[in-house]
T-cell receptor, first 116, second 112 residues
Framework: ETGVTQSPTHLIKTRGQQVTLRCSSQ?????VSWYQQALGQGPQFIFQ???????GRGNFPPRFSGLQFPNYSSELNVNALELDDSALYLCASSLLRGNDRGNEQYFGPGTRLTVT | AQTVTQSQPEMSVQEAETVTLSCTYD???????LFWYKQPPSRQMILVIRQEAYKQQNATENRFSVNFQKAAKSFSLKISDSQLGDTAMYFC?????????FGAGTRLTVKP
């Protein structure tokens, strides 16, 4: 069983640019959630994808968008980068079953994004 | 909106001693889930323990146990026989309808 992986590990971008972060979910999982963790803070929920559809979204602007692929891997895209987007971006996968609302999430190591 | 509060930014404990980390939350929901996650300096978030709100029995995982007080909306984590490897950030999290909210974290240092 492989765990959650993310790429790249680190990334430096300039304000106004666009970035794509990637996540491979744990085998057997069908749901991917993305979080933004600013330095010294807890993770903030960006959105979740289930069966290639957005399945919930936090308080983030539309320039944060995502995709989930048939193999359940996922991408997070951020357009028009701002300095405040500098953070650790965490991906978490889980297995959503029926009405179970408490599926445990397994996190990847994160991508550290720096916007200059 | 659900909020999670961890009132202890930093704590320390001697190796082999017991420490309790506090967490409170605010919600109008009746069915939800609570978690404690550990984030070591390597930064990968690891699930420590999970509690279903409909269960009265407190969850236990080896040296880790929780004190879940639903009426008080409190969910503390007790670590017994603390080990050096327990040094990490600890996050309390609330989940309802797949929307997970985290507290700001408590930095725990285990001293030899």
């Amino acid at each position: 069983e492989t765990g959650v992986t993310q790429s790249p590990t680190h990334l430096i971008k300039t304000r106004g640019q666009q970035v794509t972060l990637r996540c491979s979910s744990q085998s057997g999982h069908n749901t991917v959630s993305w979080y933004q963790q600013a330095l010294g803070q807890g993770p903030q929920f960006i959105f979740q994808y289930y069966r290639e559809e957005e399945n919930g979204r936090g308080n983030f602007p539309p320039r944060f968008s995502g995709l989930q692929f048939p193999n359940y891997s996922s991408e997070l895209n951020v357009n028009a980068l701002e300095l405040d987007d500098s953070a650790l971006y965490l991906c978490a996968s889980s297995l959503l079953r029926g009405n179970d609302r408490g599926n445990e999430q397994y996190f990847g190591p994160g991508t550290r994004l720096t916007v200059t | 909106a659900q909020t999670v509060t961890q009132s202890q930014p930093e704590m320390s404990v001697q190796e082999a001693e017991t420490v309790t980390l506090s967490c409170t939350y605010d919600t109008s929901e009746n069915n939800y889930y609570l978690f404690w996650y550990k984030q070591p300096p390597s930064r990968q978030m690891i699930l420590v323990i999970r509690q279903e709100a409909y269960k009265q029995q407190n969850a236990t995982e080896n040296r880790f146990s929780v004190n879940f007080q639903k009426a008080a909306k409190s969910f503390s984590l007790k670590i017994s026989d603390s080990q050096l490897g327990d040094t990490a950030m600890y996050f309390c999290a609330f989940m309802n309808n797949n929307d997970m909210r985290f507290g700001a974290g408590t930095r725990l240092t285990v001293k030899p």
